[in-house]
């Protein structure tokens, strides 16, 4: 199975736990009703095409909540983006960690256990 497969299988998982679910006519009229992107604002009209040629429409279903940090697929968390806007949102910076709590970037400190380029130089 290749990756892109499994990530569908794990966030059809996190769907089904999340709960939620909206039918394809609640999309059609969110739709409807919405002439822009929810994101940038821009109309329908003045988006570029798709690079894939296998996707005829600029818009895309964006989720308010990501599904990652425990939203639902429930119409009331679903608004209409671009794909640009959705592609480049991703899910963003981790809420949870299996672990505890994660540690912000600037306090992790890189091990390194190489001598500086000087101590080798001289050795």
Same mark, same amino acid.
């Given at each position: 199975?290749?990756?892109? !497969? ?7 998982? $996190? ?22 992107? @929810? ?5 329908? @009209? ?7 040629? $296998? ?19 429930? =119409? ?13 949102? !991703? ?13 912000? @970037? ?5 091990? !390194? !256990?190489?001598? @500086?380029?000087?101590?080798? =130089?001289? $050795?």
């Amino acid at each position: 199975m290749d990756c892109r !497969n499994q990530r569908a299988k794990v966030r059809a998982e $996190r769907i089904k736990k999340n709960g939620g679910s909206h039918k394809n006519a609640e999309w059609k009229s969110l739709l409807a009703s919405s002439p822009t992107c @929810a994101v940038c604002g821009r109309s329908w @009209a003045v988006i570029p095409p798709r690079p894939d040629p $296998r996707y005829k429409h600029p818009w895309t279903k964006g989720h308010k909540t990501p599904i990652y940090h425990g939203g639902s697929d429930d =119409i009331s968390n679903i608004q209409a983006e671009c794909y640009e806007c959705n592609f480049r949102k !991703n899910a963003g910076a981790l809420s949870r960690s299996p672990v505890g709590p994660a540690k912000p @970037a600037h306090k992790l400190k890189k091990e !390194n !256990n190489m001598p @500086a380029t000087q101590e080798r =130089i001289s $050795r």
